[in-house]
């Protein structure tokens, strides 16, 4: 599934979704400056400590970003795409299609968020429905649209191409996102926020299954949560460890789709059990087979 030499892969993602988080969970928030801040922090502070910690460890990632935060903040877009990181849709508001007036309703969304962004002089191929909520009609519209890949199933660790659309899908799931583990509920002051140690934990277990099962990992955050002082060097330890382990290809979302469409297109895909490379075992390491030589994980 993967290039010759490569036994996994990461994608490291960010929703820079800003004030509209907010605003898509209760329109009455638009009027809010005070919940509105805590959005307004992932595009003044946040994103720009994000670029800087990327450009450090000289890591191409990918942004998912709604039409309406694009043209509140056409500053950061231009930044983004300066630093050579690639844009992807996120909706126009961040209201995914369950909670919008059918599909001419969709349609306008995905349309005007790729009128935006065209117009920054990105060129999205991807797109990431506001908290992954997806209606039945999307790949469709999608493949209407000329976008190449989804990245909003939960149902594999592997890449896939959807039929009949051809939409490639870079399964994700809420583990690997920053939202559930760092996102404060104002509503009801019950959820407790997580600390970066608990949260390390996770992401490291779950990265490295799927690297030992030769998967995708699809790492998602938003600057207005993982760009807090305390949670950057989480971001850091997860990356260093990423590109720490054996065979692991980080690219972009649009890479990895591209190059699980060319597979496709070139002919059947292996099966799953096929792609699988699971990690070698302690008596296989300890015995390896003539001419095998074992590998060794960080």
């Known amino acids: ?139 469709a519209l999608l493949a209407e649209r000329g976008i190449v890949y989804s990245s909003n199933m939960m149902d594999d660790i592997r890449p896939y191409v959807h039929q009949p659309s051809g939409i490639v899908e870079l399964p994700v799931q809420w583990i690997l996102d920053d939202a559930p583990h760092f996102m404060f509920d104002n509503a009801s002051w019950e959820k407790t926020i997580r600390s970066p140690r608990e949260v390390g934990e996770i992401w490291e277990a779950e990265l490295r299954g799927i690297h030992a099962l030769g998967g995708l990992g699809v790492l998602t955050t938003h600057p207005q949560f993982i760009g807090r002082p305390g949670r950057l060097p989480l971001l850091e330890r997860t990356i260093e460890l990423v590109l720490a382990l054996e065979g692991v290809w980080v690219a972009t979302a649009g890479e990895i789709a591209r190059h699980v469409r060319a597979r496709a297109e070139a002919g059947p895909a292996p099966t799953a059990q096929a792609e699988a490379e699971p990690a070698p075992t302690a008596q296989a390491e300890a015995e390896p087979a003539p001419g095998k030589s074992a590998g060794a994980e960080p």
């Open 1 to 139: 599934m993967w290039p010759a030499d490569k036994r996994a892969a990461v994608a490291f993602t960010f929703d820079f979704d800003a004030e509209e988080v907010w605003i898509g969970m209760d329109e009455a928030n638009a009027t809010r400056p005070g919940v509105l801040s805590q959005g307004a922090y992932g595009a003044k502070v946040g994103l720009p400590l994000v670029l800087e910690l990327l450009a450090r460890h000289e890591l191409t990632a990918t942004f998912f970003v709604p039409g309406r935060v694009a043209e509140r903040y056409p500053e950061r877009v231009a930044e983004i795409l300066a630093a050579g990181h690639e844009i992807g849709l996120h909706g126009y508001t961040h209201r995914g299609p369950g909670r919008l007036a059918g599909v001419t309703e969709e349609v306008s969304e995905l349309d005007r968020s790729l009128a935006v962004l065209r117009a920054l002089g990105a060129n999205p191929v991807g797109f990431r429905s506001p908290s992954w909520d997806f209606g039945e009609q999307t790949l």
